[in-house]
DNA sequence: TTGTATGCGTTATCAT
DNA sequence: ATGATAACGCATACAA
């Protein structure tokens, strides 16, 4: 049996029965071929471990795929928001979908359907590759950027981030600043980068002003509200209490608020409380949220850019980018023990308007 | 000039100087065309006035169009997870794009576009169709549903709304149980069908009351928060201010919440306040908002469906569906000059229909 | 028939 | 030169 030097589209052709450029029609998914031919062609590809001699600029379906691992309302809507303004002026469409927590993992068919389809490039959020997949987008030659990414960016792979770490640091110091020395932390999962990144500059925080983090303090959470709530009810029971409350994520903040409700506390003269993220909505919780403003929208519309320029073919600047995050200072954060009734009963008493009654 | 009976693709396909498989594929979208040829025969298309003799079953891409006007944060969000949800396990992507407000009028160059990449249906949120986009999408077969749409919606084009009349009329009928007889409401942008059907419906509550409505208790506003506080602080400046606020959008409830607040008013002891469409955040405000619930994913999951039933050549059942709004009872409603504080929410009884207002 | 759609080869062209 | 792609037409299959 012969060697063959390396396997090239004539020798498939001739063994297909094809004629060259059919094979190259099915190589660049274009519609030109019957489905019988493609898959025996397919086959032969597979077969002969065919690879394409050159850098493959494979034809523009002007698509681009954004990809969410489970549509979560307001933080997907400000990611879409920012990749729509990206792609406004640009004639490209964006295919949305979402897959389950679950599903990200396994065989990927979503995967494959988008590299069935054809499409320009792929943003994904929230998530992360596993090798096979990269391989099979390095293959087809199919541009990845990744939107705050869960795992450790791989240099090899393009993402946009924000300043989690400093993020997490500004929102204890400004704690620290108002005299708060009993500081929680209610983090996301472990697995996220994101959540650790928050974490450990809200330890660095501490630690730089001679804190110490007892363990308690220290709480999981999975960024949505019940975890909040959960792990809120878990720091009040503490012998000592924290005076101010760091949630990673402002759905969590909410579900800290309900429970501090619940326990007939007020914000921010018992217990004040940060958020991370800075969603719309938190402006209309009462007391408006004190939180780290990520600015969702406009990584999503930076990472949309750079994918648009990867699409183009042109190098990136860089292939890791971090937009920074702000401290929005609002109403959920006050020096501690301006005034401490622990446990008032269902007597109710309003005050100030300002203040959110406890029942 | 001589009179052609009919244009046929050989016509074009002579006058464009090429064979009539290429008239053919530019017909159908294919790739196989130079951009230059490919323009030179559309041009030719549209002078002929080119008509398919034959119901034409255009090859499908796969792809359906969802189309904002304006992409507003929740509301478009619970839009967009219902048409996922749809979605999920047929096989066609979904090509998300807002036009901005204005855009949406003039010449539609988004429809262009949109039918230049081609797409197997188009589901057009909160907007219209000028007869002109309506002629150019029945040319190429392009079914179509529109969500909530603006205007009157018209028999032959399928859409799916939501009993805004209803809502409107339970919203106020609540208000009017709990004993208020000042009861004002803000309104949304008059163009908008839903918006006229829930003043309507809060007209109607009333006179069948038999309660007279004062022109200064009917309020101009535009669906946003802004504008629910603005109308507020006029109601409020009113020599006979009102017990009640109907907020025909929850996002402007939240700006009703603010005005109030802002003026050291309680909610719902001093004024009681009902919104409309039952957005996530509603439940998180503070007090909850006692509000008309619109199943907003429900009706995008249902237009979807429909969409594909005609992508796929299937009759519809019915071209108009209104799906059904409820009332949901929370926190932010009570008999006027109530002293009482509503029952303390515990947790998750905010979803509750129960009764936390008690007589 | 006549009109239209599809599969695939021919030819020219582009990139290395 | 050689591998690969792009544009177009031929032959044919299918529809009314």
Redesign the pocket.
């Known amino acids: 049996m012969a060697e063959r030097a390396r396997a ?3 020798t498939i ?1 001739r063994e297909a ?9 099915v ?2 998914n ?9 898959r025996r062609v397919e086959d032969l590809l597979v077969k002969h471990r ?1 690879r ?8 523009r379906t002007g698509l681009i795929d954004l990809v969410f691992v489970d549509l979560h309302g307001q933080w997907s809507a400000e990611v879409l928001r920012g990749v729509e303004e990206a792609t406004q002026r640009a004639d490209v469409g964006v295919v949305v979908s979402a897959v389950k927590g679950q599903e990200a993992r396994p065989h990927g068919h979503w995967l494959r359907r988008i590299m069935a389809r054809g499409s320009d490039g792929l943003l994904l959020v929230l998530s992360d590759l596993s090798p096979d997949q990269r391989s099979q987008l390095a293959d087809v030659g199919m541009p990845v950027v990744l939107v705050d990414p869960v795992g450790v960016p791989d240099a090899e792979i393009a993402s946009v981030g924000a300043t989690n770490w400093r993020g997490g640091m500004a929102a204890t110091q400004h704690l620290i600043e108002l005299g708060h020395s009993r500081i929680a932390v209610i983090g996301g999962p472990p697995a996220y980068l994101c959540s650790r990144a928050r974490l450990d500059g809200y330890r660095s925080a501490l630690e730089r002003a001679g804190l110490t983090v007892p363990a308690e303090y220290v709480r999981q959470g999975d960024f949505l509200s019940a975890s909040g709530h959960r792990e809120t009810m878990a720091l009040l029971d503490l012998d000592e209490p924290p005076t101010a409350i760091f949630a990673c994520a402002d759905q969590m903040a909410m579900g800290v608020y309900e429970a501090l409700f619940d326990r007939g506390l007020r914000v921010p003269q018992d217990v004040s409380v940060v958020g991370f993220d800075d969603l719309a909505q938190t402006r209309w919780a009462v007391p408006p949220l004190t939180t780290v403003r990520q600015p969702l929208t406009e990584m999503a519309a930076v990472a949309t850019r750079m994918l648009l320029q990867l699409v183009a073919g042109e190098e990136l600047d860089s292939t890791r980018l971090e937009l920074t995050t702000d401290l929005v200072r609002r109403s959920s954060t006050a020096p501690p023990g301006a005034a401490a009734p622990p446990e008032p009963a269902a007597g109710e008493a309003a005050e100030e308007p300002g203040a959110p009654v406890g029942a």
Not at 30 to 36: E, K, L
Request: hydrophobic letters at 30%; glycine letters at 6%.
């Open positions: 090239t589209i004539a052709a029965g094809v004629s060259v450029p059919t094979v190259s029609k190589l660049n274009r519609g030109d071929v019957a489905p019988q031919t493609r065919y394409r001699r050159t850098a493959t600029r494979t034809t």
